[in-house]
């Protein structure tokens, strides 16, 4: 299986930037996902890396190492909507339809 | 083009009813997956299906928990004899297959609340 670890909480000011990571450790590494959740709502999907580098959307963006086991989530211009989890999760050569989640980071924007 | 639909979004049961978790996946979807949320963990994999066929439930309890994805309708998570470690946000999730970038589209949940 999977030992994924980010952060339980953050916060952060209105405007600011915030990074997020995850570490993770797999035998067969096929993917990693970030996804948002507001509470009592749907996670809904963010971004997917699985070659190592930064891939860019928007106010969002994301790092895979492949090698270290490593990825971030950057959330930049923090809007008071950004607060919400950030769940990392990670998809296995194995398995390759099964995510596994880690326990989210509360990212609470102040004003 | 309506998402992943589940319902009932909160489901109430006592201690050794019954309960049936329903869900439509996303126009087009073939692949369903139903996952645990318990509160303050992440979300935990249970089951994935195709159409008529259970892949791979290792994440389900081999006790009271069972789930189907009929040819025609939606897919059933049902929880015999619910006991109060039952009570989650169970989540489900749809895509087109298996695969590099395949992306699981996530359903609102429903809360189960085991009185």
């Known amino acids: 299986g999977q030992n994924i670890d980010q952060p339980t909480e953050m916060t952060a000011t209105e405007g600011a930037i915030v990074q997020i990571n995850c570490t993770y450790q797999t035998s067969g590494f096929n993917g990693l996902f970030w996804y948002q959740q507001h509470a009592g709502e749907a996670p809904t999907f963010l971004s997917y890396n699985v070659l190592d580098g930064l891939e860019e959307k928007g106010r969002f963006s994301s790092f895979l190492s492949r090698s270290k086991g490593y990825s971030y989530l950057l959330l930049k211009e923090l809007q008071m909507k950004d607060s919400a989890s950030y769940l990392c999760a990670v998809r296995d050569i194995a398995n390759d339809y099964k995510l596994s989640f880690g326990a989210g980071t509360t990212v609470t924007v102040r004003a | 083009n309506a998402g992943v639909m589940q319902n009932p979004r909160h489901l109430v049961r006592r201690r050794g009813q019954e309960a049936r978790l329903r869900c439509s996946p996303m126009k087009g979807h073939s692949h369903v997956y139903w996952y645990r949320q318990l509160p303050e963990e992440g979300l935990k994999f249970m089951v994935y299906?195709?159409?008529?066929?259970?892949?791979?439930e290792s994440g389900m309890p081999k006790e009271r928990f069972s789930a189907e994805f009929p040819k025609e309708g939606p897919s059933i998570l049902r929880i015999q004899q619910v006991v109060r470690g039952d009570s989650a946000a169970y989540f489900c999730a749809s895509s087109l297959g298996p695969g590099t970038g395949d992306e699981q589209f996530f359903g609102p949940g429903t809360r189960l609340t085991v009185l």
């Open positions: 299906l195709q159409k008529e066929n259970i892949i791979d």
